[in-house]
């Protein structure tokens, strides 16, 4: 099953404007992880969030985590074409004593548009 | 200074046929992984490995072999490959057991 969804499935928007996507989950969590895929392309590390940080920035990009709500969001500021991608969240576990517990979500489908 | 290769890039095999997509990676990484990427089901992990001669089941490990002799190289094999077991598949790489993965390229493979 599913630990992190993100929301919404498919983002479409005009070049310049944000974007924010949502990610999900269900349990207690050590880091949250934000990756990149452009079509037919592998993933792209993005940014790392521990679960005692509830902020985290690098350049266009801005992550946010409530672990209250079990829900992050990411940011990306004054897009651009080169931006349309997929975005996945991935969630490590903190039930988990291993490295396999890093769950991919299904992720949210980005086209910015010219 | 690749960073992570896959090989090959595309494969298209025969219900039955064994399959073997190689994985190489130049950091030294003590970790690395195989994915399978599906619609519908996202990235679902198959093997892992924390270092050479140790690897671990991940979801989806059925119908599928790995093994690390050398702690640059995790190849995956598909014993007797099957329709199901067409997908695009990622290796990747980590520093650490729970930072940042880095993917190779992708082998998209097609059993007929």
């Known amino acids: 099953s599913q630990q992190g969804e993100e929301d919404p499935q498919a983002l479409s928007i005009q070049e310049g404007e944000n974007a924010t996507m949502n990610c999900s989950y269900k349990?207690?969590?050590?880091?949250l992880q934000w990756y990149r895929q452009n079509s037919g392309r592998g993933l792209v590390h993005l940014i790392l969030i521990r679960s005692n940080e509830r902020e985290k920035h690098s350049g266009r990009l801005r992550v946010t985590l409530d672990t209250s709500k079990k829900s992050s969001s990411l940011l990306i500021t004054a897009s651009r074409a080169a931006d349309t991608a997929s975005y996945f969240c991935?969630?490590?576990?903190?039930?988990?004593?291993?490295?396999?517990?890093?769950?991919f979500g299904s992720g949210t489908q980005l086209t910015v548009l010219p | 200074d690749a960073g992570i290769t896959q090989s090959p890039r595309y494969k298209i095999t025969e219900t039955g046929r064994q399959v073997t997509l190689m994985c190489h990676q130049t950091w030294s990484h003590s970790y690395m992984f195989w994915y399978r990427q599906d619609l519908g089901h996202g990235l679902r992990l198959i093997y892992y490995s924390a270092a050479a001669d140790i690897t671990d089941k991940g979801e989806v490990p059925d119908g599928y072999v790995v093994s690390r002799s050398k702690t640059e190289n995790f190849p995956l094999t598909l014993e007797s490959a099957t329709r199901s077991q067409t997908s695009v598949y990622f290796c990747?790489?980590?520093?650490?057991?729970?930072?940042?993965?880095?993917f190779g390229p992708g082998t998209r493979l097609t059993v007929l």
């Open positions: 991935a969630t490590d576990l903190v039930s988990s004593g291993s490295a396999r517990q890093l769950t």
């Open positions: 349990t207690s969590i050590n880091n």
């Open positions: 990747a790489s980590s520093e650490f057991d729970r930072g940042p993965r880095f």
